[in-house]
T-cell receptor, first 111, second 110 residues
Framework: EADIYQTPRYLVIGTGKKITLECSQT?????MYWYQQDPGMELHLIHY???????EKGDLSSESTVSRIRTEHFPLTLESARPSHTSQYLCASSMGGSGYTFGSGTRLTVV | GQQLNQSPQSMFIQEGEDVSMNCTSS?????WLWYKQDPGEGPVLLIA?????ELTSNGRLTAQFGITRKDSFLNISASIPSDVGIYFCGGSGANSKLTFGKGITLSVRP
């Protein structure tokens, strides 16, 4: 049973809409991450957080933003979705450098 | 930035065969992780390695943390059809950020 949850699993949305992808974990992990992955391709880190009120941009530039108000919650927001944002978004968490666990992902399609 | 190299991009094997994958890095890592990803799902952790030279098994899977801390190997023995998927290696250093290789797509012919 998954201890890190992402919703929605699938989302089709029109250009210009604001969206928030949810990620929650019940493991008490201090670190959380967002990765972007095109089908069959590598994972790119776009945001990470080492704790409450701590967020950093990852290795791949992204127009999305994140927040970490609670330990267990790490939502990702796109203020104005565009077709170029179409991708799979994967959330992960870890305790220090161990226990790195992924959610099932949100597959986003912007039309 | 840190880079992980996985090759080849695809591997095709016969059911029952053993297969070996390796992952190399330009940087030293403190942790090596191997994941398997099925289509439309998130990566699932197969084996975690935390010490140089460590050799760990998980059923038919065996992985090793290279002595130089710049490489790792994953072996799958007696492959079965459900081994099909994309295998990613990941490495993290002192900052705990996990960097991934590009993945190897494994196909198993029955």
């Amino acid at each position: 049973e998954a201890d890190i949850y992402q919703t929605p699993r699938y989302l089709v949305i029109g250009t210009g809409k604001k969206i928030t992808l949810e990620c929650s974990q019940t493991m008490g992990h201090d670190k959380m991450y967002w990765y972007q992955q095109d089908p069959g391709m590598e994972l790119h880190l776009i945001h990470y957080s080492y704790g409450v009120n701590s967020t950093e941009k990852g290795d791949l530039s992204s127009e999305s933003t994140v927040s970490r108000i609670r330990t267990e919650h790490f939502p990702l927001t796109l203020e104005s979705a565009r077709p170029s944002h179409t991708s799979q978004y994967l959330c992960a968490s870890s305790m220090g450098g161990s226990g790195y666990t992924f959610g099932s992902g949100t597959r986003l399609t912007v039309v | 930035g840190q880079q992980l190299n996985q090759s080849p991009q695809s591997m095709f094997i016969q059911e029952g065969e053993d297969v070996s994958m390796n992952c190399t890095s330009s940087s030293i890592f403190n942790t090596w992780l191997w994941y398997k990803q099925d289509p439309g799902e998130g990566p699932v952790l197969l084996i975690a390695l935390y010490k140089a030279g460590e050799l760990t098994s998980n059923g038919r899977l065996t992985a090793q943390f290279g002595i130089t801390r710049k490489d790792s190997f994953l072996n799958i023995s007696a492959s079965i059809p459900s081994d099909v998927g994309i295998y990613f290696c990941g490495g993290s250093g002192a900052n705990s950020k996990l960097t991934f290789g590009k993945g190897i797509t494994l196909s198993v012919r029955p």
